[in-house]
Each structure stands twice: as C-alpha cells, then as structure tokens.
C-alpha cells in the first residue's frame, strides 16, 4: 500500500505523553505518516521519512478523529414542538420519547437507514470518526431488531437500548416490557449488537428492573452501558460500577459515594452537555469528576429530543465553558475518553499502530474548539487512512 505523510501541522495532538508535551502529547511542527488504515509514524516534520505521496497541512492543528460514544441516530420523525414548547417554559420528561417511537415503528426500513446516514455524514464533517448508536425507538421484538441490524451495517458500536421507556402498549404491565426485554426481545437482538444499555430514571426503569435488565444481556455477551442519574438522584452509577459496566452515561446529579464509586471502579462517566443545553437542566460537575480522579468521556447524546446535536466540537466548547473543564480535558474526553467509554484501544489518539482516524482544523491549535465556538474549524478527516472531507 501507498505511503502518506501529512507534514507542516502547526500543533498534533497525539493523547500519548511519550510522544509529546503534557497530557495531551502533543508535538509542534509535527509530521504523521499513513500505511494503508494505521498511523505508522509521528513526529518532528524534520525527521519524517520519505514516503509516497505528502499532503501539506500549512501550519493547521491535528487532532484523533472525535470518538462519540452515545448517540441515538435510528429514528424517524421530528420532535420541534417539544423543543419549542419546552423552551416557552415546559420542563423536559422522558415521556417525550412515546413521540419518536410512534413515528419510528411507522417509517420504512430504508427511511431509517437514509436518516442514519445523513447523520453520520453530518458528523463525519464535523470530526467523528468513531460513533455508537442505539436502538430503543421501537420497543417490539421486530422494530427493535430492525434498528439494530441497519445500525450494524454503518458502525461497529452498536446498542440494544429495547429498555429505553415502557411503551404505551405495557404501560399497565411494566413487568411483562421487562420480561419481553430480557426475553424475545433479547435473542432477536443480541446478535447484532455489542452493548446492552438501559435508562435507569424515574418514569422509565428503577434500580431492579435495571439490574435484571443489564444482567441478562450480559449473559448473552452483551457489554453493560448505563444511562444515569440524568434528571435525578438514583441508582444507576453506582449500579454501573457494581456491574462493571463500560460508561455511566449523563451524570448529572451525584452524591459523593456515586463520584467514590466512579473513582474507584473502572465505568467511564460519559458527560452529554447537549442534554443540559437543550432542555435547560443543570450542567454536569465534570471537574468535581476529574478531581477525584473519575475517567470522563464527552460526547453528543444526537437523538431527536433532548440533545439533537451530531456536533463534538459544540459539545466541547459548552463543556468548557459551563462545566469546569480546561480545553484540553475536554479534547482528551472527547477523543481518548470516548475511546474507553467504548473499550477501544485502536481510536482516539494519534500512536503507530492506531487505526488512521484524523482530523485538520482551520487553526493553529485544538484550543480554538472552545475558544471559536459554532465555527465550522473542521477542514480535513481522514478514517482509517481514507480522506472523507
């Protein structure tokens, strides 16, 4: 295979300390070559060895491709008259989600999948080169299989999310949703997905329901996610950590045994700031996280009703201006953070032998995600050594 060596980046952030300054590694005047689909070599533009083609960055920054680690991009539908009629003063609840179910279960098969990647192409042009996606807008044994199996064929990361509410047509019988969930449900599901996910809050699933949930999933192979304590206090983190789940995803209302639980267990807290953005809840504390030493992922929550954002980099500057961290906490969260939420070691930094995920800003350095926040920065991605913007 061809040889290419990207030279003349201004800043390349590498997220490994070996190689560069600081947490974040990173080299100035720095040079990445290419080989087929993997990052062959990093350094000083100086000492970069010759190779077939070059691509000139002309002094812009480098960074891993973003690694967004929770999303909900099989839908069909639109939900602006919830967002219009909550922000005219209307509190978000999760019943909201019946809206999207209804639409999904009616859209086709090729609806679905044209939606799914019209969103992965709006994220690809704004840096994702990794992206998990959930099912959960179908909640039958046949819609959710369905939503799963078109994910699977645009993205390795995929969830069974059938435990997002309990559908309308359970809503006198939550024990049968739960047991269809770990039953039925669950054996036409779990062949095209890695992760088992479930919404542990008030008005979907509690702590019981959640952990039998979780713990049959895991014993057909399913890895365990968590979407937690989003618009409560609950169980579900230090449910997560128990279970050893990969993330613990929203975070937002904690006590301190559940940010001790995170610390001292191995469940990345996912922070989804487009969850708070649009629906006016309280920010996430990710600096109280960090302090204590919790490993934070950052990514965009994309679903049609509480954070319909497929952007990283806007995800990024609201965390660092609303929710304690330093520009480069949140570029390291939402590359090399999203990468553990995901139990990825080949994504999210910039190493020989990382798969060739990379991505060239309008800028001089990665700062300016926080600093020139809404501004298209993004100029070039390349995903698995293929230039796709």
Not at 49 to 61: I, L, M, S
Not at 238 to 256: F, I, K, M, N, R
Request: proline share 5%.
């Amino acid at each position: 295979m061809a040889t290419t060596v990207i030279t003349g980046i201004s800043n390349l952030v590498t997220n490994d300390p070996s190689l560069g300054a600081g947490p974040l590694g990173q080299i100035q005047d720095a040079a990445v070559i290419v080989d087929g689909d993997r990052i062959a070599w990093v350094g000083a533009s100086s000492k970069a060895p010759a190779t077939d083609n070059r691509v000139d960055a002309e002094g812009r920054a480098a960074l891993p491709g973003f690694v967004d680690s929770h999303s909900h991009l099989v839908f069909a539908g639109d939900r602006t008259a919830e967002f219009n009629a909550r922000m005219s003063g209307q509190s978000y609840s999760a019943g909201g989600i019946r809206t999207t179910v209804a639409a999904t279960r009616a859209a086709s098969d090729e609806a679905l999948e044209a939606n799914l990647l019209r969103h992965i192409r709006e994220a690809r042009r704004q840096g994702t080169t990794t992206l998990e996606t959930k099912s959960g807008y179908g909640l039958t044994v046949e819609d959710e299989a369905r939503a799963l199996r078109i994910a699977a064929a645009h993205t390795d990361e995929v969830t069974y999310l059938g435990a997002h509410i309990v559908p309308p047509d359970h809503a006198e019988d939550p024990a049968a949703y739960v047991e269809l969930v770990t039953g039925a449900m669950l054996d036409a599901c779990a062949p095209h997905a890695r992760w088992v996910d479930v919404f542990c809050e008030k008005g979907a699933f509690d702590g019981d329901q959640a952990r039998t949930i979780l713990t049959a999933g895991a014993a057909r192979g399913l890895i365990p996610r968590v979407h937690a304590n989003q618009l409560s206090y609950g169980p579900g983190v230090q449910l997560a950590v128990e279970l050893g789940a990969a993330s613990a995803d929203h975070c937002t209302h904690l006590t301190e045994a559940d940010v001790d639980a995170l610390a001292g267990g191995s469940t990345v807290a996912t922070l989804l700031p487009g969850a708070e953005f649009s629906t006016r809840a309280p920010w996430p504390d990710a600096r109280r996280l960090l302090d204590a030493g919790v490993t934070v992922a950052l990514s965009t929550d994309c679903n049609p009703g509480s954070s319909y954002t497929s952007s990283v980099p806007f995800c990024i500057a609201l965390a660092v201006r609303d929710m304690g961290m330093t520009p480069d906490e949140a570029v390291w969260s939402a590359t090399a953070g999203g990468a553990a939420a995901l139990r990825r070691a080949d994504v999210g930094r910039v190493t020989p032998g990382a798969r060739a995920d990379l991505v060239l800003l309008d800028a001089p350095s990665h700062v300016h995600l926080a600093y020139r926040p809404g501004v298209p920065l993004v100029s070039a991605v390349w995903r698995g050594g293929v230039r796709e913007v």
